[in-house]
């Protein structure tokens, strides 16, 4: 934290900061492995009021880190990822919400700051915001798709660009629904497993159950 010192040195703006600070703040945000010293927590806990910077809190999993080990013994989580800001930017943002992310394939929760009622309308918007997924690239279909849909815009129709990036999500859209949608149903139950999973106390057999559930949703997403 001496670099968010010197930052905070040259600071006359509102100040959000937020990502992996590999530190925690009281000993309850941590599970597994050797205490915390409480020497590091409180040199953390000192550099955020020296900087004036508040944590905002959360919602979701509280802990944002894990080893993912397969054992009990040797499982360790803590919440290493957070955002802290002003008194100057929470005046500025006072709908500001903070959610521990789907960490997907990392071993590490995202921290997604939502500033505005209208942002976190647009994030909690679901089925109407069209997303393009990473996992369609390894369908067997998903370039022919792309590619008759553009040339059938711009080409057969004389379309301009836009009009060929809506057709081409249409079309993507239409086919994960009717054809990816068993695929898809099976990697949301495979996902909501997972995480109901991380939520339980340690022991073997959620250990065990994690790292099986992990390699299920690695399976589907191919």
Request: proline fraction near 3%.
């Amino acid at each position: 934290m001496e670099g968010t010192r010197v930052l905070n040195a040259a600071r006359s703006r509102p100040w959000l900061c937020m990502g992996d600070f590999n530190e925690i703040l009281l000993g309850c945000e941590k599970e597994g492995g050797l205490p915390k010293a409480q020497r590091c927590m409180d040199k953390f806990r000192n550099a955020l009021e020296d900087c004036l910077l508040a944590d905002l809190g959360f919602v979701g999993d509280p802990f944002t880190w894990r080893n993912q080990s397969h054992r009990s013994e040797n499982y360790i989580r803590e919440r290493l990822d957070r955002a802290v800001a002003s008194a100057d930017w929470c005046g500025r943002f006072p709908d500001y919400r903070v959610i521990n992310g789907d960490p997907r394939h990392s071993d590490h929760r995202p921290i997604i700051v939502i500033m505005n009622e209208d942002e976190r309308e647009r994030c909690t918007a679901g089925d109407k915001a069209f997303h393009f997924e990473a996992s369609w690239v390894q369908e067997e279909h998903c370039k022919m798709i792309i590619q008759n849909a553009w040339h059938l815009t711009l080409d057969a129709r004389g379309g301009k660009v836009v009009d060929a990036i809506r057709e081409v999500g249409e079309e993507l859209w239409d086919w994960s629904r009717n054809v990816l949608g068993d695929l898809e149903k099976r990697i949301k139950r495979a996902k909501k497993d997972l995480e109901e999973c991380r939520r339980k106390a340690i022991n073997s057999q959620s250990a065990a159950r994690e790292e099986n559930l992990r390699y299920k949703l690695e399976k589907l997403e191919g």
